[in-house]
């Protein structure tokens, strides 16, 4: 992986988003085939390098890697009526299927490497934000309500039993909503390689999947987006993403202002209230897009200390940061090659 600022020639994607894919300036012998749908609350793109299939073919490939995402996020979605995850909030105990036992690990995982500052078993606490429609914001009566749950161990694994999954306390929920957008594009990915595609890009705007580089060999090229795109337009980086996941955690990407005060979606499981200490944490891992989702989110959560001494010791992982204070910080891995990278983001609201 490697980090530049080359002459942009063209960004995809939508104004305001955090990752953008930047189209290289040479010409290239196979054929460029994109596709876009609405998919998990965003446009999911999917981008397709190849000579050796049909144009017609290739659309109903990339069709059926986005049949497959759809089949995840209906399994995984605790708000949609007869998921998993709503199922096993309301009965306290299933047999979990490939999909939902693999969140709940990766999210096991990461929970246990963050020291508990990405938590799945927060949804509880997050309903009471509710960052959808809702305007106000939860009483600390309520909160506080919510947050005596976090005693542990609070998930039961059984592998030998059919993927058995019991939730030991009685009061929480599970809130998959930081892990799920980079399950299903893993999902997709696995569908396009199984088909033959092994130079593809997989776009959901704060997730990205690189399936093999370019057909000529190049990597694809993403771009990060400042995360004041209205005071610092523009971008803070360009990434080579030949093989592995890109995944943007930010603090403007859901928000709500109530009397002047800014509450945004990013809530540490320790206290129940936004987390205060970055703007943006993007990870750079060859790892899966969900681990880079959910540790994106741990880490944007966690202080910049920490945070930068988690990243620096955690094999295959890389991150670039952006504080509360608008300064962009990196991990060692890319320093050498973010010189240009911008250092200072000003302090505005976010679009």
């Known amino acids: 992986m490697k980090i530049k600022t080359n002459k942009i020639v063209m960004i995809l994607g939508g104004i305001g988003v955090c990752i953008a894919v930047l189209a290289a300036s040479g010409c290239s012998q196979s054929r460029l085939q994109t596709k876009e749908k609405w998919l998990l609350d965003t446009v999911v793109t999917v981008t397709v390098d190849s000579d050796t299939k049909s144009a017609e073919q290739i659309d109903s490939d990339i069709d059926e890697a986005f049949n497959r995402a759809s089949t995840l996020e209906q399994r995984l ?3 949609h009526p007869g998921s998993e995850t709503e199922e096993l909030n309301r009965i306290r105990q299933i047999h979990a299927s490939e999909d939902l036992w693999e969140a709940l690990q990766i999210g096991s995982e990461v929970n246990q490497l963050t020291d508990g500052a990405f938590d799945l078993t927060i949804g509880s606490v997050t ?58 594009i893993d999902r997709m990915a696995e569908t396009m390689a199984t088909l033959g ?92 897009a969900a681990y880079a989702d959910a540790l994106s989110t741990g880490l944007a ?50 679009s």
């Open 301 to 350: 959560v966690m202080g910049r200390k920490k945070a930068l001494r988690l990243v620096e010791k955690t094999t295959g992982v890389e991150a670039i940061f952006v504080d509360a204070n608008g300064r962009t910080w990196v991990s060692t891995g890319l320093k050498n090659q973010v010189h240009e990278l911008q250092r200072q983001i000003k302090l505005l609201p976010a």
């Open 197 to 288: 595609h092994r130079n593809t890009l997989i776009n959901a705007v704060s997730s990205i999947r690189a399936v093999g580089p370019k057909a000529n060999g190049e990597p694809w090229r993403i771009g990060i987006r400042s995360p004041r795109p209205k005071a610092t337009p523009g971008l803070i980086a360009i990434i080579e993403l030949d093989e592995g996941a890109v995944s943007t955690t930010g603090d403007y990407q859901r928000v709500k202002i109530i009397d002047g005060q800014r509450y945004h979606h990013v809530i540490d499981p320790k206290t129940g209230h936004p987390a205060p200490g970055f703007m943006s944490v993007t990870v750079v891992t060859k790892k899966s």
């Open 77 to 79: 979605d605790r708000h």
């Open 127 to 184: 309903a009471l934000w509710d960052f959808s429609e809702n305007k106000s914001v939860p009483t600390e009566k309520a909160l506080d309500r919510a947050m005596r749950v976090f005693r542990g161990p609070r998930m039961i694994f059984d592998p030998s039993d059919k993927r058995l999954v019991r939730l030991n306390e009685p009061d929480f929920e599970i809130d998959l909503g930081g892990i799920t957008k980079g399950l299903a």
